[in-house]
């Protein structure tokens, strides 16, 4: 008889490796808090395989239930006080395994996070991902994904160094040397990093991911946040991912580029060079619920500062083909494997794992419909369309209202998510801000 047992990764393999002759000292073991922030453990090398192949590494729930500040939000349903906030536990994907570029004989695997019950935890973005890939199968698909991640490198204090905003200038990446070389060598050893270029803000910068399946594009999107801002530290600088950090210069995005793909091949060739009926149903999901999952990818207040005209970020629910103007751009190419959608929508700051899985459950709310999207629009379309959120307040209201992007998201999930979203607009409506108090003070 036949055993069949799981292919091991290469990944896996050099770790088990590195294990057994001694060269790890410890494995950083990593997930993702709601709101994208690098959390984990770092584990002694000796007993990170017993406990990674047993029952994970356990740890408080309440820190996957907090919004960015650490403040714990007790309205959540699947963590609050009334449940006592037990553990939960990390249990390592060793196919995520890497060295970790920054500190010897030190590794870094990335985690699934699971109840005492071994069921996935709705609290962890990995599994609420995993969730909607798995949806995405039973419909004969798989994903890629292609991430781009916008952000700033700045002093200490989060002033510029650098004052030249000039976009894909070589002057300007020479002049942030030698961070930016640092940069490039330690996202190349530790992500599929694509490339590096400057941006159109003063020490803002533009990484590329290497297109690959949803779930490792989320990955490398978290890891490169995680890398870049340790980078940044040791160079004695600032890398924020803050959306909008200055009212007079480029927010930062992160945009994804998704293509489907069935049996092998791309779901999204061309008919005729234009969008297939595959492209247009995915295109149709995303316009039609696009106001509601904005909130996944722009769960900070700061985040809808970025949607304004003539920013280089969308402003209105409109599609196109190679138009940046337009929310999502459709990206027709004589090439079927290279034909995808790119949403503009997202902010530098999200969660990778929520932007990707949400802007899947659009896509898979249009196959599973069969929508049409409206005729495609060219030209300048900031001032054409519904305007996306105009705040996060608006925002966390449409996308708890959407109930076709709950179910597949996971209701539960999707309440969470939004109650901490929620507190964070809570939190910034109780404030008087400067500004109020400069226009108002003396003239009223």
């Not at 069949?4 to 410890?26: F, H, K, N, Q, Y």
Request: proline share 6%; charged share 20%.
């Amino acid at each position: 008889m036949t055993v069949e047992t799981t292919p091991v990764s290469t990944a896996e393999r050099e770790l088990r490796t590195a294990l057994e002759a001694g060269t790890l000292a410890e494995i950083e073991v990593a997930w993702s808090d709601a709101f994208g922030h690098a959390q984990g453990k770092r584990i002694p090398a000796k007993q990170f395989l017993r406990r990674a192949l047993g029952s994970g590494f356990a740890f408080c729930e309440a820190s996957l239930g907090w919004n960015s500040d650490g403040t714990v939000i007790d309205s959540l349903r699947q963590t609050n006080w009334s449940g006592g906030y037990p553990d939960v536990f990390a249990v390592p994907d060793l196919s995520t395994y890497r060295p970790l570029p920054w500190r010897p004989n030190a590794g870094h695997v990335i985690a699934d996070i699971v109840t005492h019950h071994r069921t996935p935890s709705g609290l962890d973005p990995r599994a609420v991902l995993r969730r909607v890939i798995e949806r995405l199968a039973a419909l004969g698909y798989t994903a890629k994904v292609g991430v781009e991640l916008e952000f700033y490198l700045l002093n200490p204090d989060g002033t510029p160094f650098q004052d030249d905003i000039h976009a894909y200038s070589l002057q300007n990446a020479n002049a942030l040397e030698p961070l930016l070389t640092d940069l490039y060598e330690t996202l190349s050893a530790f992500t599929a990093l694509e490339g590096i270029q400057t941006e159109y803000g003063p020490g803002q910068v533009e990484t590329n991911l290497v297109y690959a399946d949803a779930l490792t594009a989320a990955d490398d999107a978290a890891r490169l946040k995680y890398a870049a801002k340790e980078v940044a530290r040791r160079h004695g600088k600032l890398a924020s991912f803050m959306a909008k950090p200055f009212s007079e210069h480029s927010g930062s995005s992160q945009h994804l580029h998704i293509s489907l793909w069935r049996d092998g091949d791309p779901a999204f060739a061309p008919d005729n060079g234009a969008e297939n009926p595959t492209a247009r149903h995915a295109i149709a999901g995303l316009l039609e619920h696009l106001p509601s999952i904005t909130l996944f990818g722009a769960h900070s207040v700061n985040a809808y500062r970025r949607f304004e005209p003539d920013s280089f970020a969308p402003a209105t629910v409109t599609w196109s083909r190679d138009n940046r103007s337009a929310a999502i751009r459709s990206l027709v190419e004589p090439d079927p494997a290279a034909t995808r959608i790119e949403l503009r929508s997202g902010a530098s700051d999200a969660n990778p794992y929520w932007l990707i899985a949400s802007a899947l459950a659009a896509i898979i709310a249009g196959l599973e419909a069969k929508s049409e999207p409206p005729p495609l629009e060219g030209g300048n379309l900031y001032h054409k369309g519904v305007p996306l959120p105009e705040s996060l307040g608006v925002a966390v209201e449409l996308a708890t209202r959407d109930d076709t992007i709950t179910e597949i998201l996971g209701a539960d999930s999707v309440h969470d998510f939004a109650a901490l979203a929620r507190s964070e607009w809570t939190e910034y409506t109780a404030q008087v801000t400067d500004w109020e108090r400069d226009r108002y003070l003396v003239s009223s």
